[in-house]
């Protein structure tokens, strides 16, 4: 920018084309003052400032040349912002993946099912195979047992652990007996569970699903 490497992100959810005011005082980059200052409004709710300050300046982005007007703004990290309006400029093709030389059509391919941006319903089962295979951990069966202790380990503490509660206790009907039951020797064999004689406890609801 100006001679100047700069640290940029090629942003395409970004609106406008942003440097950092940072970056524009070290280099003594040449500014003018908006005749209106532009409202910069941010993703998070309350979170936004005003653009005061432009410039106009060329960028050597590989071996391509530009001279690009910039919103001078507070950038955090980045010296520079190249949003949409850069991005859609006739003399940028950005492409995500592969893409086909001399072609715009951006392709993807994901988990071996090739796309061109969105997917289709024939694309469904095979992206579910490949996810179910890859995350098995997380989609397989529940291992029946305790999770190891980890750094952190949470617990529910009582407000006051002495307290009696006096409550209808509740019944489960006939028709559901059969999986409570099962849940019941389930639980138990995996150690979520265990038998113990207490005055009162959290009373359980079965209902159908």
Request: net charge neutral.
């Amino acid at each position: 920018i100006g001679g100047t490497k700069a640290h940029c992100l090629l942003d395409s959810g970004c609106e406008g084309i942003m440097i950092s005011s940072d970056f524009v005082h070290a280099n003594k980059l040449p500014k003018f003052e908006l005749e209106k200052p532009v409202i910069l409004q941010l993703a998070c709710v309350g979170s936004k400032s005003t653009v005061q300050y432009g410039l106009t300046a060329k960028i050597l982005l590989g071996k391509e040349k530009y001279e690009e007007y910039f919103d001078i703004a507070n950038v955090d990290y980045y010296d520079v912002i190249l949003g949409t309006p850069f991005l859609l400029s006739p003399s940028v093709v950005a492409t995500y993946g592969s893409s086909k030389q001399g072609s715009r059509v951006t392709e993807q391919h994901i988990f071996g099912v090739q796309s061109r941006i969105s997917f289709t319903k024939n694309d469904i089962p095979g992206l579910r195979e490949a996810w179910q295979n890859r995350y098995s951990d997380i989609f397989g069966d529940i291992p029946l047992e305790l999770p190891p202790f980890r750094e952190v380990n949470h617990e529910i503490k009582l407000i006051d652990p002495s307290k009696v509660i006096h409550y209808r206790t509740p019944r489960c009907p006939e028709s559901l007996k059969e999986q409570l039951i099962e849940k019941i020797n389930k639980y138990v064999t995996a150690g979520w569970w265990r038998q113990t004689s207490t005055q009162q406890a959290v009373p359980m609801l079965c209902l159908p699903k």
